[in-house]
């Protein structure tokens, strides 16, 4: 069964930083670009960025670009999303997600995560 | 950027009555690159069209998506219970992916 497993719920303060993982399986991890979308509470979805494992080309939403990073370990077939100070207004869930076809970043997303919920509170 | 516009931003209809979904794009777009998806509360997204009218694996022939250049619908000509949820379109023909701001369909 292809599918993404995401890493779970966070809660952290206001400056700190935070990393949260998806893991691919059931596909070839390499082959296949992988999305990052966020949802803030009760809002709609946006695209962040996206990532190509394989050689790690990087594409980011010019709203997202210098705010978060995208990156990959294919070795161990996980994308992750990064924040090195952390805002109140990075509360969201976000999620991943793997377009329909491999090799093409100009799909749409087939295969979603189950989100991860990252809360930032002092 | 594209910027897409997705109307009405509530819909509320009954079970077994016919609900039509519009996107519209601010400049033409290919129709290759035009999806929509469902989201329930709780619930990740999931892609019910792509293509503009090719519905994804598992996708009941009830949902039907058309359109092309700056306009865009998705029609479920039956609603079922579990078809009451929100509803997105996005463009994916270049980066960002833009996704419209949702049309809730809910229960009348």
């Known amino acids: 069964e292809v599918q993404l497993v995401q890493s779970g719920a966070e809660v952290k303060k206001p400056g700190e930083s935070l990393k949260i993982s998806c893991k691919g399986s059931?596909?070839?991890?390499?082959?296949?670009?992988i999305g990052w979308v966020r949802q803030m509470p009760g809002k709609g979805l946006e695209w962040m960025g996206i990532i190509y494992p394989g050689d790690s080309d990087t594409i980011y939403s010019p709203s997202f670009q210098g705010q978060v990073t995208i990156s990959a370990d294919k070795s161990i077939s996980t994308a992750f999303l990064q924040w090195r100070s952390l805002k109140a207004s990075d509360t969201a869930m976000y999620y991943c997600?793997?377009?329909?076809?491999?090799?093409?970043?100009?799909?749409?997303?087939?295969?979603w995560g189950q989100g991860t919920m990252v809360t930032v509170s002092s | 950027e594209i910027v897409l516009t997705q109307s009405p931003g509530t819909l509320s209809l009954s079970p077994g009555e016919r609900a039509t979904l519009s996107c519209r794009a601010s400049?033409?777009?290919?129709?290759?690159?035009f999806a929509w998806y469902q989201q329930k509360p709780g619930q990740a997204p999931r892609l019910l069209i792509y293509?503009?009218?090719s519905r994804a694996t598992g996708i009941p022939d009830r949902f039907r998506g058309s359109g092309s250049g700056t306009d865009f619908t998705l029609t479920i000509s039956r609603l079922e219970p579990e078809d009451f949820a929100v509803y997105y379109c996005?463009?994916?023909?270049?980066?960002?992916?833009?996704f419209g701001q949702g049309t809730k369909l809910e229960i009348k």
């Open positions: 400049q033409s777009v290919s129709s290759y690159n």
């Open positions: 996005q463009h994916y023909g270049s980066s960002p992916g833009t």
């Open positions: 059931g596909y070839s991890f390499t082959n296949y670009w």
């Open positions: 293509g503009a009218s």
């Open positions: 997600a793997r377009p329909l076809s491999g090799g093409s970043r100009r799909d749409p997303f087939e295969i």
